[in-house]
């Protein structure tokens, strides 16, 4: 289970990536003092977090098993959780929103800038989690 929601949220977080379908903050502060800061908005909203997905250390470890010695962050954590309310509320309006589950909200630290930030999520019911989101990555970098 937890293999999945990490292949998941990996590849979802990939696809944004290169889409540039995304919205993040600087943190004025270390990778740990974001992590920390990004645990704390999310569990304040009574939310769980279900999984962290280590992304910069795997993609440190197996870069040089595919071929590539390039360094893309320092670090890189992507904080995996869901909100029973929103998502009821989501997948009753649309049970094919259960694509969008769970939500993710990343930190990044990139040559020493940390940035905090999320994937965009469609027009329509789906902005009431970009909106949570959104809080969760502002309260997180200070905001």
Partial sequence: MKLGILIFSLVAWGQSALAQDETHYVFDGSFEDATFSVENAIVGRGLVID???????????????????????????????????????????????????????????????????????????????????DDIAREAVGE
């Fill in 51 to 133: 999984y962290t997905s280590h992304v910069g250390e795997m993609l440190n470890r197996t870069g040089s098993d595919v071929g590539s010695d390039r360094v893309l962050f320092d670090a890189a954590d992507v904080f995996v959780f869901c909100s029973a309310v929103l998502s009821r509320k989501m997948m009753e309006a649309d049970p094919l929103n259960i694509a969008h589950c769970p939500y993710g909200v990343y930190v990044a630290d990139q040559q020493g800038e940390v940035t905090v930030g999320y994937r965009h999520y469609p027009d329509g019911v789906m902005q009431e989690v970009q909106t949570l989101l």
